[in-house]
């Protein structure tokens, strides 16, 4: 039997949503603050609440990692930025770590990103 001075509390999605994301607050070895290579950049739960594009991008850079991987080169075409020439740039990790846990805003990479 309940006391009178008990509630019940039942927690719907959204409830129990904010109460987790209390829990965020900690670190972990599995998913450190600082980059390590090899490690993930959010925890799951994080990559579950962003878009697709995001979990998908970190899935494949987890994977490359694996393999000794720490950068990513691409081309930009001479008609993005309306050069002489297309352009190779290169993207490291640890860079898309900071992106990924909100550490840096770097503007160069933002755009590259939203290409």
Known sequence: ???????????????????????N????DEVPDEYEHGKPFLYRWDLLD?????NKL???IIAVMKQGIRAITTRIPKKVFLGARDYEIVIDFED???????????????TVWCL
């Not at 509630?7 to 209390?22: F, N």
């Not at 990924?100 to 990479?109: A, E, F, G, K, M």
């Open 1 to 23: 039997a309940s006391s009178s001075s008990e509630k019940s509390v039942a927690c719907g999605p959204s409830q129990r949503k904010e109460i987790d994301e209390g829990l």
């Open 25 to 28: 607050f900690f670190t972990s």
């Open 50 to 54: 962003g878009p697709w594009e995001l």
């Open 58 to 60: 970190h899935g494949w």
């Open 96 to 110: 898309l770590h900071k992106i990924y846990r909100h550490q840096h805003l770097d503007v160069q990479l933002i």
